[in-house]
């Protein structure tokens, strides 16, 4: 089942991450303040999937108004290739659709051969025409 996430799912969803072997957090943005800060900005575009009574797969989306751009999307590992992370895009891109948003950007870690396969089988391709640029404004920790 998909559905909202809230912030009551906090717990399981940093769990699931940590499980990730080729997720990447940090100190601050994943922080529990940072996702309910998240979660604020963002009610109807964060999802779970709930298998077997846990939270088997979740995915962030956020928009700015112009595009969608989604973040940190996992499914445990013991629940892979099942169809919930598929599941999990659509319900985060027809919901941005809905929004009126015309384009979702993500990022993947130019190792992560599994997530760059993932997401080209929905659909998004690589950009070589653009370098990603970023401006760290608050110290934080490199969470691997």
């Not at 779970?48 to 969608?68: K, M, P, T, Y």
């Not at 751009?69 to 013991?78: D, F, K, L, M, N």
Request: charged share 30%.
């Amino acid at each position: 089942m998909i559905r909202n996430m809230i912030p009551e799912d906090y717990d399981e969803v940093y769990a699931l991450w940590r499980s990730c072997p080729e997720m990447e957090l940090n100190s601050l943005d994943d922080s529990r303040e940072g996702v309910l800060r998240f979660l604020k900005r963002n009610p109807d575009t964060a999802f779970v999937a709930e298998e077997e009574g846990c939270v088997a797969g979740v995915l962030l989306a956020g928009s700015d108004g112009r595009r969608g751009y989604i973040y940190h999307a996992g499914v445990r590992q013991e629940f892979r290739g099942r169809g919930i992370g598929k599941a999990l895009v659509e319900a985060a891109l027809e919901k941005l659709r809905a929004m009126g948003i015309t384009k979702v950007g993500l990022l993947v870690f130019r190792d992560n051969d599994a997530g760059s396969r993932f997401w080209e089988a929905r659909g998004f391709g690589t950009r070589e025409d653009l370098t990603y640029r970023s401006c760290v404004l608050r110290d934080m920790t490199r969470i691997q």
